[in-house]
């Protein structure tokens, strides 16, 4: 993942957006986490799991997007 700054940013930005907004941003999400490597992916998934702001980014998203 990106560091810093960068994820500080981008958390801010998911944590702010309207559902609207994540319903149109989760799919391109998930399809750029879908064109890692399986190792990438892995590791996003377990930096996602061991983030609790991550996780709760990424719940929230989903809750939208079910």
């Known amino acids: 993942m990106v ?4 994820i500080s940013q981008f958390r ?3 944590n702010d957006a309207p ?3 994540l ?7 998930f399809n750029r986490i879908g064109t890692l490597g399986q190792s ?4 996003v ?5 061991r983030d609790p702001e991550a996780r709760r980014v990424f719940e ?3 809750s939208f997007t079910h």
């Open 3 to 6: 560091a810093g700054t960068n």
């Open 12 to 14: 801010t930005l998911l």
């Open 19 to 21: 559902p609207e907004d």
């Open 23 to 29: 319903v149109t941003i989760a799919p391109l999400l």
């Open 40 to 43: 990438q992916q892995e590791s």
């Open 45 to 49: 998934i377990q930096e996602i799991q």
């Open 60 to 62: 929230k998203i989903k």
